[in-house]
């Protein structure tokens, strides 16, 4: 069974620091997702990793997979307040009734990135 | 990126009711939508992934009697909670996915459920 975890649950920067969010997996994953959520609202999505050693950025943000070592990082540059929400990845893996087409996405804990001014 | 709707957005019911959540892809035929509960400073959790024209696949630990889900068409998946108790009080996020089985997941804006 397919397990994800996140680290820091809870992280609290000023603005301006740089800061990485870990998430490993337990098992192959085919695909590793990183979204955004801001209180009250849905998932936004930021990133699909797909193969090893695969890197993106979009603005202050940058995610990188290693799948030898069942891992992804966000990571942060110079933070400001906007980047304050509630960020989690996700691994997708397979379902557990083979009879279904579709593919399960496993959630990490979720970090809860606070961003003072 | 493909849209998936829920509707509706907020509901507020009263204990022993029951509430039918719809989920809809606008643009893109989802063979295969999945059903999530998030309660207040938790991750998502998984309740059951539906095809069109299946039976749902329930999470254990998921009462199938009491959240019912009619995967009737590609573009609509609606989740029933039957007989709705505060415990059952949460934010419901549904997500669509194509047929390849690899798809992106698109997630709907969630519908936000108190029972009083």
């Known amino acids: 069974e397919l397990k994800v975890e996140q680290n820091p649950l809870f992280l609290s920067m000023q603005e301006g620091k740089n800061y990485t969010i870990y998430c490993n997996y337990s098992t192959t994953s085919d695909r590793l997702y990183w979204y955004r959520q801001d209180p009250g609202k849905s998932l936004e999505s930021l990133f699909v990793?797909?193969?090893?050693?695969a890197v993106k950025q979009e603005g202050r943000l940058m995610a990188s997979l290693d799948t030898k070592a069942r891992l992804s990082t966000l990571h942060i540059t110079a933070a400001v307040h906007d980047l304050s929400a509630t960020y989690f990845c996700?691994?997708?893996?397979?379902?557990?009734?083979?009879?279904?087409?579709?593919?399960?996405?496993?959630f990490g804990g979720g970090t809860r990135l606070m961003v003072k001014p | 990126g493909a849209v998936v709707s829920q509707h509706p957005s907020r509901v507020i019911c009263k204990s022993g009711t029951s509430v039918k959540i719809e989920c809809r892809s606008l643009d893109f035929q989802a063979t295969t939508m999945f059903w999530y509960r998030q309660f207040p400073k938790q991750s998502l959790m998984l309740m059951a992934t539906s095809n069109e024209g299946s039976k749902a696949t329930y999470e254990q630990g998921v009462e199938k009697d009491k959240f019912l889900i009619n995967h009737a068409s590609l573009t609509l998946s609606t989740l029933t909670v039957t007989s709705a108790h505060p415990e059952d009080s949460s934010f419901y996020i549904c997500s669509g996915q194509g047929s390849t089985g690899t798809d992106t997941q698109y997630f709907g804006p969630g519908t936000r459920l108190t029972v009083l």
């Open positions: 996700a691994a997708l893996g397979r379902s557990r009734d083979f009879n279904n087409a579709g593919n399960m996405l496993t």
């Open positions: 990793l797909l193969s090893n050693g």
